[in-house]
């Protein structure tokens, strides 16, 4: 039998120190940008999007990609396009850590939402209190210091 694989994960992510520096321009160019990156190691990025101080990616993953490579990979080539890209970035960096949530197909389109009206949410909530919220949801344990 051929392998099948459905792996649907939301992953988040933040500038180091959470400095706000994903400027619009920037994202304008950054969300399809990470699109490409996710097209040329056989992921799909199916949602992109986030405000200034982080991200979120809602990342469809092949069997043959582990998550912390997937991310590796997405961090790194995506912080290097915008150093060589916007010459005023020279202090852009994300942070070291990530998220990255299962979500079911029937999830799909709340997790595509919930990305899009990001600037909204964030009217409401900081990046600590979401965080905090969705490691919740997923019932996983964490100290206050990891969330730094």
Known sequence: MHSFVSCHLHVVFATKGRQPL???EIAARLWPYIGGIARENKMKAIKVGGI?????ILLSLPSTIAISKAVQLIKGNSS???HETFLSA???AWQ???GAFSIGVSGIDDTIAYIENQ???HQKKSFRDELEAILRKHGMAYEDWMLD
Not at 52 to 56: A, G, L
């Open 22 to 24: 994903i400027t619009p």
């Open 52 to 56: 200034e101080d982080h991200i979120h």
């Open 80 to 82: 290097k396009w915008i």
């Open 90 to 92: 020279s202090s852009f």
């Open 96 to 98: 070291e850590g990530y």
């Open 119 to 121: 600037a909204a949410h």
